[in-house]
């Protein structure tokens, strides 16, 4: 995704915990050296950073399940907080919504609920509504 959006024109940028990835993405598959790519946990970058965003994916997975500590109610108010006025959130996730292995899901339903509650933006439903996509884009930053 960040290959496509970046030969359309628009500005990407990727956060990857393990260096390694971004080694085997650049050398074997030609992921492309102006992107850049911050090594770091997704959840420290969010907390730090002073950008705002058009566009968020989240696709972060740790063997068979998703990484909890990006899946709280802080982690997507913080998500919340570097979005641009009608940005999106797009959250790659599998899993079951109950029982074992739901954790994710729940921490998204916690987030999703504070996110739908923000008077800073009038599309909150919108783009709590676009979290429960694979993939999902805005017109204004996706003109595809």
Partial sequence: MPRTLHLRGI??????????????ARHWFGFPEEIPVYVEDGRTYVERTTERYDFVVL????????????????????????????????IN?????????SAAWGGWKAGRAATWRSPRHETSTRRARAASATWACCSRCCPW
């Fill in 93 to 101: 996730m599998a899993g079951l919504p109950e029982g074992p292995g």
């Fill in 11 to 24: 500005a990407t940028e990727v956060v990857e915990i393990d260096p390694e990835i971004v080694s085997i």
């Fill in 59 to 90: 696709d972060a997975f740790h063997a068979e399940t998703h990484p909890t500590h990006l899946f709280t109610r802080e982690f997507f108010a913080r998500i919340d907080a570097i979005l641009a006025p009608g940005g999106v959130l797009a």
